[in-house]
Structures are given as C-alpha cells and as structure tokens.
C-alpha cells in the first residue's frame, strides 16, 4: 500500500522508516506551504481551526502524490481533533479523492481497537510478528533520538557566534538519523549529531532571555505551522524551552499516563476537565 501521514516537525524521519520496513511504500507528506493552507481553507469548514486545515490541505496535496492510505491518530476530551479524522474522510471522499484516513485512537482509551488497526497494517506488509516488534523498537529510538538532536539545538542556537550554524548543524544531524537503520547505526548517528552541535562556536557567557512555548500539540511541533518560531527566537539570542516533543507525548499517551501531574499544576488556575487544545497543559507546562 501507498501510506501517508501527517507532517508533524521532523517526526517524519521515523516514521518514513517505520511504514517503509513494514512492507508499504511511503509517500512523505510535504512541508506544509501556502499552497497547502489555502487548500485547506478552500475545502475545511470556516470555523475550523487551522491546524483542520493544514491537515486538510497536505491530505490533499499526498493524495495527489498517489497515497492510498493515511495515518493518523484519535483524541480525548472535548476537543474536535478527536473527529478531525471522521471529516477529513468525509471531505476527501466528497471530492472524489481515492484515499483514506485511518486513525489510531489512544491506546489508554481503546487497546483492542489500537492493536486491531496495528496487526491489519503489519499483515499487509507481510511482516512476522517478531519482525513488526523489531522494526517498532528501531523506529521509537530513532523517534527518542530526533528529539534529542532537536532539543539540544534549541540550547546551543541562542549561544552560537556566527547566525545559523546550529540550523544547518542540525538538518546535517537529521540527514545522519535518517539514514541508520540499527539501533546500533541510530546511536551512532545521536553521538555523532550531539558531537557537532557541541563543535559550533559560542559563547558561553552569555545569558539569554529564556521564553517557554506551550500551546496545541500540532502548532507546537509543526514549524511551519509556527512560522519556525523556535528557530527565529534562538537567533535572536533566546533560549527557548518548548512544552510538548512527539516522543514525551507518546510516552504519556500509549505506554502510560502521566498527565496528572499537568493537571494537579493547572488545577488552581483552571479547575476543569480537559477543556482540548491542550489547554489544560498549558496552564500546568506554564506552572512547570
């Protein structure tokens, strides 16, 4: 099968990886563009919100690019990103498009229905059950250790002497990443991408101004969904600390929660239930 999926920051790397070794051929969503908001905007309803149509907008673009298949994943709470799969199939389907979405739901909320979809992706690939287990194992450390590379990054750039050296050290140290296909390769590649980012002229007396950045999990590890915000406030000189990377997320919401914690923080300041839009996050990531 022809698999896509949504471009959420660098992610992408590990999971091209991950439906590639599964027997499926991947087609790389693009980063979204203008041309992708304004399909989404031309086709999403009005009062959805933007990253409904960023979505909208790339499903289009893969579907044009031959994608059979995209995955995706479900939500909690009363946020509508829960449904954000149910339109988007929707939507495609009423414009004659020959794709579909498929959505993982949260492993915490459905686990038959999570294991069901997983074991149909792992068959058709024709993939042993040891082999499914190997390649997940491969593709969660590449994952761990993109966000590693990303998150030192961040530390360096506002540090760095000459503008611009830690973002190509970086789109160096992810090429590196893209390319292991072991653990033993991935690890290398991590030390490897980590060793050059420490090799960047800085200076270290500095002391930047340290701003956090909280907000919606698509906003917030999409760059071009923030106008690479992180990037443009490190060459300014600040450092920036940002709320939610893709492999903590995963943790919290497939293995186990540890989300109560957020919300203990949050509770004196928004004593709710999840109102979505990680908006109880953010008041406890504030705190945090």
Not at 76 to 84: D, E, F, I, Q
Not at 105 to 122: G, M, Q, S, T, Y
Not at 135 to 145: D, F, H, N, Q
Request: overall charge neutral.
């Amino acid at each position: 099968m022809k698999i896509s999926f949504p471009r959420m920051g660098y992610s992408y790397i590990a999971l091209k990886w991950l439906v590639e070794n599964m027997g499926h051929e991947c087609i790389v969503p693009p980063e979204p563009s203008k041309r992708t908001l304004d399909l989404g905007v031309r086709y999403a309803p009005e009062f959805a919100c933007i990253p409904f149509k960023i979505l909208m907008g790339t499903y289009l673009e893969v579907a044009e690019m031959g994608a059979e298949i995209i995955l995706t994943s479900g939500g909690r709470g009363p946020c509508r990103a829960g449904y954000y799969w149910v339109m988007h199939n929707y939507l495609l389907q009423e414009l004659g498009k020959d794709v579909r979405v498929v959505a993982f739901e949260l492993p915490l909320d459905n686990l038959k229905d999570f294991w069901k979809k997983v074991h149909w992706i792992r068959k058709t690939g024709g993939l042993s059950v040891k082999e499914f287990i190997r390649v997940l194992k491969i593709t969660w450390e590449k994952l761990k250790a993109i966000d590693d590379v990303e998150m030192r990054s961040h530390e360096i750039r506002p540090l760095e002497i000459h503008r611009g050296d830690t973002t190509r050290t970086l789109w160096k140290g992810l090429e590196l990443l893209d390319q292991a296909n072991t653990l033993e390769e991935i690890e290398e590649a991590r030390r490897e991408g980590l060793k050059m980012l420490e090799s960047i002229p800085r200076d270290d007396s500095r002391n930047p101004l340290k701003i956090g950045i909280i907000g919606e999990i698509y906003v917030v590890l999409e760059p071009a969904a923030n106008h690479y915000i992180q990037i443009m406030l490190g060459e300014m000189g600040v450092q920036t600390d940002r709320s939610i990377y893709l492999s903590a997320y995963t943790r919290k919401n497939t293995i186990i929660n540890l989300e109560g914690d957020i919300f203990s923080k949050a509770r004196p300041y928004l004593n709710e239930a999840p109102i979505g839009g990680h908006g109880v996050n953010s008041i406890g990531e504030t705190v945090l």
